[in-house]
């Protein structure tokens, strides 16, 4: 579903990704962790196409990732959101199914805003908005196209626990309609009991990429070494 060959972003003289291969399958959750600094969002930015790639190729569902065809195929949502000033919560989405063609967009429209506990605020302004709440809109849009692949970067920031709980059964529930999902996050339990693969990423390299059994296995963790015991050893300082 998603295919990333030989990604290189530059900034200046300094790589922020470093030449990076990998690819996701239908179904699968991807969790993708690292240090400030590490690549992440500037990854998950080249492949939606907000950042210019200096070298590789990235395709989603077999199409080049800034071709139309890519773009109807995934949802992005940013660690920033960002809403309209001037449309209420209602209005974005509204806006986003006139856009998307989504029909009878009304009645799902209403579920994201009732499971996001929005519904009585679906009235206010974005500008009026605080953050967790622009939070909560951001995901709604992006869920309410049902696109099939969805870019998550730090999903959980800002979030409230309710939330939180919510937006990770949603992650299973789009898992089991077979969707593809790559998170980002700095919160390492958030995805630790979702997703599928872990990649780990440090000085724009990937220095992992497996289930958290193999990462264990091949990286010599103990049995009941978490993830962020794992997450740490592999991007401490030499």
């Not at 300094?14 to 690292?34: K, M, R």
């Not at 800034?66 to 809403?83: C, G, Q, R």
């Not at 969707?179 to 990423?201: G, N, P, Q, W, Y």
Request: glycine fraction near 8%; charged fraction near 25%.
């Amino acid at each position: 579903m998603l295919e990333v060959t030989g990604l290189v972003k530059k900034y200046g003289k300094q790589n922020a990704v470093n030449n990076i291969s990998f690819s996701l399958a239908g179904g699968e959750v991807v969790g993708l962790l690292g240090p400030n600094g590490a690549g992440k969002s500037t990854t998950m930015k080249c492949i939606v196409g907000l950042l210019r790639k200096n070298a590789g190729e990235i395709f989603l569902g077999g199409h080049d990732h800034m071709t139309v065809e890519a773009k109807k195929l995934f949802s992005y949502i940013p660690e920033t959101p960002h809403v309209y000033d001037l449309l209420t919560v209602r209005e974005h989405l509204q806006f986003i199914a006139q856009a998307y063609g989504v029909k009878n967009w009304q009645e799902k429209a209403e579920a994201l805003m009732d499971l996001y506990e929005l519904s009585d605020k679906q009235d206010k302004l974005g500008r009026d908005l605080s953050k967790g709440m622009r939070q909560k809109v951001s995901i709604c849009c992006a869920l309410l196209p049902d696109p099939q692949i969805l870019f998550f970067d730090e999903p959980m920031i800002g979030l409230d626990p309710k939330a939180i709980k919510n937006t990770k059964k949603v992650f299973r529930d789009l898992k089991e309609q077979g969707k593809t999902i790559l998170v980002s996050t700095h919160l390492i339990d958030s995805v630790e009991t979702i997703a599928d693969r872990i990649m780990i990423m440090k000085d724009g390299n990937i220095i992992g990429n497996d289930t958290l059994a193999n990462l264990k296995s091949n990286f010599g963790a103990e049995g009941d070494s978490s993830l962020e015991d794992l997450f740490l050893e592999l991007t401490k300082d030499e």
